[in-house]
């Protein structure tokens, strides 16, 4: 009578460990954070360490000894060049001057921006990518470049345009006044264009076709789908344009700058923010009081484009 015998237990090599949920969580966030490292060095070096080197520098002043004739020396005033800039009319008035020239110039930029891309959703692909490509030429030249163009076309000896008009018995002034505006908002709605109709565009190439045969159906014609389809369907990208668009004239320097060699007496040295930083900082040498403007632009930027951002939104929601 055969007995029944039990198979021999195999020796495993080790046994099986587990881990933690919270071990794997930690190992996740230790790679995230090796993942992310260069952005974060880059921000600190680029932002954190510039930032706070303004802030220490703004803090402090230049005074000379012996009724000024001294040597000068930098010291500790704590918050005494903020106040100044609180109570500094150039400043201000300089921040006012740009923020209702950029209202005018930005309105007029996204309008035509708008339409643009609405003329171009109705174009074919092939001829949409040709004309979009044309029209973002402007934005890919450096800002530099293209005012130093736009320099020579305004130019009252060697301007082409001045001298066409001259011929023809208009006599153009392109700058003094209103046209001092005029001249630089035509230059910078040319660089923005492109730019922003590109993103505008490809907001409507990402709407549902079946938005416009439906409005078809119910017999609206193409403007009336613009205006009542699209348009509403891509207010996000116009409030974001327009909030870029005004942070970036809160930040207007290279182009009055150059447009001041050839008309000096219409603009100013602190005709914007960054000029009258600029001139305070490497003309006057005051660099304390330039890093207390550049924080308080910093600020008043980051503020009004947080209440731009929401009013719009609010708006259009």
């Known amino acids: 009578m055969s007995t029944l015998t039990r198979p021999p237990k195999v020796a495993t090599d080790s046994p099986v460990r587990r881990t933690s949920p919270r071990r794997t969580g930690r190992r996740g966030a230790y790679k995230g954070l090796l993942f992310t490292l260069p952005f974060v060095v880059g921000f600190l070096f680029t932002y954190v360490l510039p930032i706070g080197y303004a802030f220490s520098q703004s803090l402090r002043e230049k005074k000379s000894s012996g009724l000024g004739f001294g040597p000068t020396r930098v010291v500790y005033t704590g918050f005494s060049n903020f106040s100044s800039v609180l109570t500094d009319s150039a400043f201000w008035s300089s921040m006012l001057r740009t923020l209702l020239f950029g209202t005018a110039q930005i309105t007029v930029m996204l309008g ?3 339409l643009l891309a609405l003329l171009l959703d109705g174009v074919a692909a092939r001829a949409v990518r040709f004309f979009r490509a044309g029209l973002l030429i402007p934005y890919v030249v450096p800002s530099v470049v293209s005012t130093l163009m736009w320099l020579f076309l305004y130019s009252p000896t060697i301007s082409p345009i001045l001298d066409v008009a001259d011929r023809a018995g208009a006599h153009l002034a392109l700058f003094g006044g209103l046209n001092t505006y005029l001249s630089l908002g035509n230059l910078l709605t ?5 730019f922003n109709m590109i993103l505008i565009s490809a907001s409507l190439q990402a709407l549902p076709r079946e938005l416009y045969e439906a409005a078809r159906l119910d017999g609206a014609r193409e403007w009336r789908i ?9 207010t996000g990208i116009l409030v974001l344009t327009g909030m870029f668009s005004l942070i970036g004239r809160l930040q207007l320097f290279a182009e009055p700058l150059l447009l001041r060699y050839v008309a000096p ?3 100013n040295t602190d005709f914007t923010p960054m000029m ?3 001139d305070k900082a490497f003309k006057t040498g005051n660099y304390q009081y330039a890093a207390a403007e550049s924080l308080v632009l910093a600020v008043v930027t980051g503020i009004l ?13």
């Open 190 to 194: 040319w660089q923005g264009i492109g």
């Open 112 to 114: 035509i921006a708008l």
């Open 226 to 234: 613009a205006w009542s389809v699209k348009v509403p369907n891509i």
């Open 305 to 317: 484009a947080f209440v731009f951002y929401r009013v719009t939104n609010r708006k259009m929601s």
């Open 276 to 278: 009258e930083i600029f």
């Open 265 to 267: 007496e219409s603009i």
